[in-house]
Structures are given as structure tokens and as C-alpha cells.
């Protein structure tokens, strides 16, 4: 069994790179991917690709490649996405009514199964099909409910409160959208998703590169003598 522990964080971060170029050849019904075929797709090499997959022992043939229906499902296996994921959602504003109508979580496995807000007025609202509910029933739902992961949405000075929150429930997974760090226990794990930091760092990389190529101009209706369109 791999120890999860020892893999590199880069490589767990293109393992998803991975799974998606695999199930989509595995809808094409494309039976087999080579290591540079997989590195070409995710934007690598083959030679990155071979060590990254090593990490979790022989799932290649030399000769043959990657057998992409067996490479698929021995990613989601590693992934952990054979299983249903309960998360618990907490913030019931713009992001957090975004989130629960995310049909991509719900096709991963990940179902938003619990949805809480501070904020009394929206005690009993419903976003997506869940009910919101308030915090002090949080850890109790969490139990009654078998959730996993929990999602934070709310300001950042309120992100903290949250997760330290979300660990006394006995959740240790967290996927943190308010711009805001957060400190948990050892054995729990957190991943950052701030849009405003990705934003900011794609104004950073394109600024200084050269002018791309201007769209061409559309075309000018013709003028009569009398200046009317023709």
C-alpha cells in the first residue's frame, strides 16, 4: 500500500491531471496512452510522467504504455475516488450558493451534504436543495450525517473560528475559499482555493510580454457619397 506521506507534493498535484486525461481517452474508447502522450496532455514529459507514476509501483508495460481503462481506475483508487466524499459547507453567501449547485463536485463523488451560515436571517433558507443551518448544530449534523471534508466561504475574519470548528466536529480535511491562512492540529490537512491570489499572479506573468498578435479589424461598411452605408 503507498504510503501517502512520502509522495511529493507536486506529484499529487498532477495526479488529477492524470485521472482526467485518462477518463477522457477512456470515453474515446482509446485503449492504451504512452508516457509522452500523457505528458504532452498535462503540459510535462514523458520522463516526469514515468517517475510520477512510479510512485505508486508498476502500473505500465514497456512496449505498451498505459493501459488506460487499468490507469483510470487505480488513479481514482489512489485518489480515493471509488468512495462517496460528505462534505459540510460552511458560508451561505455568493461563493458558498455557487458551491452548492457545482455539478462537478457531485460527478467527482463529492456531495455537499450540509449547509451552515452565522447570519440568522438565513437560518432555514434553502441554496441547491440544503436547508441552511446554523453553526451550533454543526457538530452534531457532522456525526448524524458521517460528514468527511468540510468547505469554508466565509470572510476571513471569521475563517479561523470555522476551522477550529470544523476540527472539534472530527473533520480533517479542509478546503479553505476565504482569503485567509488558517491553523489546524498535526493530522489534519488544509488546500487553499483564493481566487483573488490566482488572479493576481496571472496579471503578474503576463505583465512585461510581448504585444500578441490584435484581432483583426472588422470590416468597415462601405460609404455612399451622400455618407450613408451602402
Known amino acids: 500500500m503507498t504510503d501517502h506521506a512520502t509522495i511529493p507534493r507536486p506529484v499529487i498535484r498532477r495526479m488529477p491531471q492524470y485521472l482526467r486525461h485518462a477518463e477522457a481517452l477512456e470515453r474515446q474508447g482509446v485503449e492504451t496512452v504512452s508516457s509522452a502522450e500523457l505528458g504532452a ?5 514523458a ?3 514515468r517517475k510520477d507514476l512510479a510512485c505508486f509501483g508498476q502500473l505500465g508495460r514497456r512496449g505498451v504504455g498505459y493501459v488506460v481503462r487499468d490507469l483510470a481506475r487505480e488513479l481514482r483508487s489512489l485518489l480515493s475516488l471509488d468512495r462517496p466524499w460528505r462534505v459540510a459547507l460552511v458560508g451561505a453567501g455568493n461563493i458558498g450558493r455557487a458551491l452548492c449547485t457545482y455539478r462537478t463536485f457531485r460527478e467527482r463523488g463529492f456531495r ?12 432555514g433558507c ?10 451550533r448544530d454543526l457538530r452534531r449534523t457532522v456525526r448524524a450525517l ?3 471534508l468540510g468547505i469554508i466561504a466565509v470572510p476571513p475574519a471569521a475563517a479561523q473560528g470555522v476551522a477550529d470548528q470544523l476540527v472539534a466536529a472530527g473533520l480533517r480535511g479542509i478546503l479553505n475559499f476565504a482569503p485567509a491562512r488558517i491553523r489546524v492540529p498535526p493530522g489534519v490537512r488544509v ?23 490584435r484581432p483583426a479589424d472588422e470590416e ?3 460609404v455612399g457619397q451622400d455618407g450613408s452605408a451602402e
Open 41 to 45: 496532455a498535462i503540459g510535462s514529459t
Open 47 to 49: 520522463a516526469q510522467v
Open 112 to 123: 455537499i451534504a450540509a449547509l451552515f451560515d452565522s447570519d440568522p436571517f438565513k437560518d
Open 126 to 135: 434553502t441554496w441547491g436543495g440544503l436547508k441552511v443551518q446554523p453553526m
Open 146 to 148: 458521517g460528514i468527511d
Open 191 to 213: 488546500r487553499y482555493a483564493d481566487f483573488a491570489v490566482e488572479i493576481e499572479q496571472l496579471a503578474f506573468l503576463i505583465t512585461g510580454l510581448p504585444p500578441g498578435p
Open 220 to 222: 468597415e461598411p462601405a
